[in-house]
């Protein structure tokens, strides 16, 4: 039997530098292929292995979730191989890692981005986790990689030999002892486990190699929340949850979340997640949320996470702090005190763009007619003192996107969130819920709805909760009776093609061909396909060494891109293709904490597609001079002889 592959992954941030290196430094004398990239790049590994360009037997690290080894795991021809930590220490290395980069923005606090990844990124990578410890692959420990490296590796070496009885690839003593000094922390980064000192980047991150260091930086209402959303799985990795400090309690560990949140207790856990997202302006998206739980179908907002329901002896009920936000909001709310839930489903819905991570789940994009949504917004949100029209060419950042996204006009904001959501179409389930069909429309545009759920409701059911939507939200409540798809077709132009809306809007189908349409899997095109198409001659390695860096979290290769505008004796204007590669870089390491991943090369070639289209356009256009005043603040000057242009104003954003 021929050698198997190996593919060797852990949870972020959870000490693959101690074990990645000797693999590929043992596998590769052993005549494996190692592919040639890491994390960043295992979107690629499926397409070379079909074309041959990686052959096996092939080494191949990675942090995606078992998901996208479908057919692979369990296939004799394969060993997988998971390191897992404690998910609490992972996130505060994390948290370190990002804060000092600066990737969640440079003004946030160590602590707001800890908690930020903590509350948004960390709960799907555990779960991730606990699926892969389900899989039947070697599962190893941060902390046992810490203990005793060497007796780890072999376990791991013999694992593989396993695949193969004549595979003979475990080194001698000597070798080993020699492969472990040489990619010790303590080689790395020139001090003991545990002394304070810089975090240090190779291709990898290292920064204290301990355990437990999270119990210095969760204050108890972190600790609690991390356990409400992801105790469990915690718990099933085998790590000790604890009572928060301050609580009441001698801190000592427990066998099951705190008891005093809801979130994941009861009647809450192990639920079917679907993702509901709708642009941060006035899309009538509560009226959707009436509807289902008026169905019997668990609703959770994000903002409200965790802690948005509590258990109750026959069923759940809202938390004090959810019926006071949603009391003036949700009429089905004022009528009803207990809910019950029958099927395990839990739809989590907020204007997030972060839900797309690494294993996201089926989604629904919830829209309006962005005129109308953002008249509305218009005149709730306190911008009535300006004129619709100058409201429309502000520049506009929303307090529920990361920050600075998108800097750009309020219209084409809300394109670029529907966008990022119909490029995910072949990443995710999508289905796309339009506010019209569902004021002219519901039952048929329920039906359709519950199909994608997976869930039954008779003709009956369906029609009783439209009849209360329709009478719980009047003309001039949420305005959501008075929208019609042929009012909305009217206002659409499809002979312009130099508007993101327009654009947008006719892939939602808002050109009034057919109601209830779903779009269809929209191809952007692969990011060489747009470089060697729009990028200048002079630029395109640049433009390559640009991805690569990104794709890592890597800084600008500026240097590079000096070069290439002086070979080519580019003028500043050139460089705007380039710039909207690099703004599309900027806004996926907003919205990804992690890099790599389906979800996140979909995005940035979409991002990159929709910058080079519109570039023209005043608000995308705006942002693309900036990026480029930002490139020759890197570079420390121009980096062409042309002048900054009058008035430009200066970029915020920042790559460390």
């Not at 593989?160 to 080689?187: C, M, N, Q, V, W």
């Not at 260091?213 to 929340?225: I, M, S």
């Not at 199909?451 to 329709?470: D, I, K, N, P």
């Not at 200048?536 to 991805?547: D, E, G, M």
Request: charged share 20%; with cysteine; proline share 8%.
């Amino acid at each position: 039997m021929s050698a198997p592959s190996v593919i060797f992954c852990n949870l972020q941030n959870s000490g693959g530098s101690a074990i990645d290196p000797i693999l590929r430094e043992v596998l590769r004398t052993h005549g494996y292929h190692l592919a040639k990239y890491g994390p960043e790049g295992t979107g690629r590994l499926r397409a070379e292995l079909t074309s041959g360009v990686l052959k096996p037997p092939f080494y191949h690290w990675t942090h995606d979730p078992p998901e996208t080894f479908e057919g692979m795991i369990g296939d004799a021809r394969y060993r997988f191989i998971y390191l897992h930590r404690d998910p609490r220490d992972a996130a505060v290395s994390w948290a370190h890692d990002a804060h000092r980069r600066g990737i969640f923005g440079r003004h946030l606090q160590f602590t707001q981005v800890l908690e930020s990844i903590v509350r948004k990124f960390l709960p799907r990578h555990v779960e991730a986790a606990v699926r892969w410890a389900r899989s039947g692959c070697l599962v190893i420990r941060f902390d046992d990689v810490r203990e005793n490296t060497g007796d780890v590796v072999s376990t791991i070496l013999s694992y593989i030999e396993a695949g193969s009885p004549d595979l003979r690839i475990t080194p001698t003593d000597d070798e080993l002892d020699r492969l472990l000094l040489k990619h010790s922390f303590e080689t790395l980064t020139g001090r003991a486990r545990g002394q304070p000192g810089e975090i240090i980047r190779t291709g990898y991150m290292l920064r204290s190699g301990l355990s437990g260091e999270w119990r210095q930086h969760f204050d108890a209402r972190l600790q609690e929340d991390c356990h409400a959303l992801m105790g469990e799985e915690i718990a099933e990795l085998g790590y000790p949850l604890e009572t928060p400090a301050g609580s009441g309690s001698s801190g000592t560990p427990v066998a099951c979340p705190h008891p005093g949140t809801a979130q994941r207790s009861g009647k809450g856990a192990d639920r079917h997640r679907i993702q509901l997202v709708a642009p941060p302006f006035s899309t009538g998206v509560d009226a959707l949320h009436d509807l289902l739980l008026r169905l019997n179908l668990r609703v959770t907002l994000a903002n409200l996470e965790p802690g948005h329901w509590e258990s109750a002896p026959s069923g759940e009920r809202l938390s004090q702090r959810a019926l006071h936000q949603l009391s003036n909001r949700l009429p089905v709310v004022c009528e009803k005190t207990i809910f019950q839930f029958p099927e395990r489903l839990e739809i989590r819905s907020g204007p997030q763009l972060d839900f797309a991570g690494p294993a996201p789940g089926p989604t629904i994009l919830f829209v309006r007619d962005a005129h109308e949504a953002l008249k509305q917004f218009h005149k709730d949100s306190g911008h009535g003192s300006a004129s619709f029209e100058h409201f429309l060419h502000q520049t506009l950042e929303s307090p529920h996107l990361p920050p600075g996204l998108f800097q750009l006009p309020p219209l084409e904001s809300y394109a670029y969130f529907c966008a990022y959501w119909l490029a995910m179409r072949p990443v995710v389930p999508l289905c796309v819920i339009r506010a019209e069909d569902l004021a002219t429309h519901p039952c048929e545009t329920l039906g359709h709805l519950l199909e994608f759920l997976g869930v039954h409701r008779s003709t009956a059911e369906v029609c009783a909760a439209s009849e209360c939507m329709r009478a719980a939200y009047p003309s001039g409540r949420s305005g959501i009776q008075t929208l019609s798809s042929e009012q909305s077709a009217d206002r659409i132009d499809p002979s312009h093609a130099d508007d993101a809306w327009r654009f947008v809007a006719r892939l939602l189908d808002y050109d009034g061909e057919s109601r209830g349409r779903q779009p269809g899997n929209w191809s952007v095109p692969d990011p060489q396909a747009l470089i060697d198409g729009s990028i200048p001659a002079p630029l395109r390695t640049a433009a390559q060494a640009c991805i690569r860096s990104g794709y890592a979290y890597h800084p600008i290769p500026i240097a590079q891109i000096a070069e290439g505008v002086r070979h080519g004796r580019l003028e500043r204007s050139e460089l705007r293709q380039l710039a909207a590669l690099t703004r599309a870089l900027y806004y996926v390491e907003r919205i990804f904490a992690d890099p790599g991943g389906a979800p996140f090369r979909a995005a940035f070639g979409m991002f990159f597609w929709l910058n080079l289209k519109f570039a023209s356009s005043p608000g995308i256009g705006a942002t693309l001079d900036r990026s480029i005043a930002h490139l020759e603040r890197l570079h420390g000057g121009p980096l062409t002889e042309a002048v900054t242009a009058p008035g430009e104003t200066p970029c915020t954003e920042a790559r460390a």
